[in-house]
Structure formats: structure tokens, C-alpha cells
Nanobody, 130 residues
Framework: QAPLVESGGGLVQAGGSLRLSCAASEYKFNEYCMGWFRQAPGKEREGVAAIYRGGGRTYYSDSVKGRFTISQDNAKNTLYLQMNSLKPEDTALYYC???????????????????????WGQGTQVTVSS
């Protein structure tokens, strides 16, 4: 079984909401920092949001700040991304990822660097129509 499995993507109209989930099967979230990334066709993968291990401090890209909320349920080993006020430019394949060596002093500056994440899900498609 894949270590991370995303769900919750779909087609939504602009202004609508979706909640993505990411279930972990082989380890506990409280040992990792977790992140959400997205990749649109023809564009590089970008960091959307991240949360420090155990459900600590959260971080967001400027493009989603105030609209998206990252959270996790350690008892369920599940990461969430609540996406509100969706825009057509939010259309992308969304991935969750796990970052093990996420020292607190460096994480604020490194959370959006995809190369630092060890485990990745297969992605879930989010399409926002105008």
C-alpha cells in the first residue's frame, strides 16, 4: 500500500470549496512535517501549504493564504487541505508529501522545497471552472 493516498479532488465552480484528504498508512504524522504541493500543466510543482510535525505551526504560499487551511488529525493519520474561494488558477494536480528531517529552525524557509520531502502521494486532480 502506498504510504500516502490523497482523495477529495474534483470539479468545482469558481468560488466553491473542496477538502482534500491525505491518508498515511506506514508511519505517524506526528513524526513528520507534512506539505501540500500542486502542479498545473506546463508549470513547475509549487508548495501550497505545510504544517510542522505534530500539528504545529502552518505555512502557506501567498497565492492561497487566507483561502486554504492545512490541518491534520494524528489519531487518524490524516492530513487535510480545506480550500475555499477557489479560483480557476487553482486548477492543478495536488499532492501531499512527508518531510522527515524538518528541523524547526529551518522549516519556515524550506517547507516549499519539494526535494526535501521523502514520501509523496499519487496526486488528486482539482479543476476549477470559471
Amino acid at each position: 500500500q502506498a504510504p500516502l493516498v490523497e482523495s477529495g479532488g474534483g470539479l468545482v465552480q469558481a468560488g466553491g470549496s473542496l477538502r482534500l484528504s491525505c491518508a498515511a498508512s506506514e508511519y505517524k504524522f506526528n513524526e513528520y512535517c507534512m506539505g501540500w504541493f500542486r502542479q498545473a500543466p506546463g508549470k513547475e510543482r509549487e508548495g501550497v501549504a505545510a504544517i510542522y510535525r505534530g500539528g504545529g505551526r502552518t505555512y502557506y504560499s501567498d497565492s492561497v493564504k487566507g483561502r486554504f487551511t492545512i490541518s491534520q488529525d494524528n489519531a487518524k493519520n490524516t492530513l487535510y487541505l480545506q480550500m475555499n474561494s477557489l479560483k480557476p488558477e487553482d486548477t492543478a494536480l495536488y499532492y501531499c508529501a512527508a518531510y522527515y528531517f524538518c528541523a524547526g529552525a529551518y522549516f519556515p524557509a524550506r517547507w516549499a522545497e519539494s526535494s526535501r520531502y521523502t514520501y509523496w502521494g499519487q496526486g488528486t486532480q482539482v479543476t476549477v471552472s470559471s
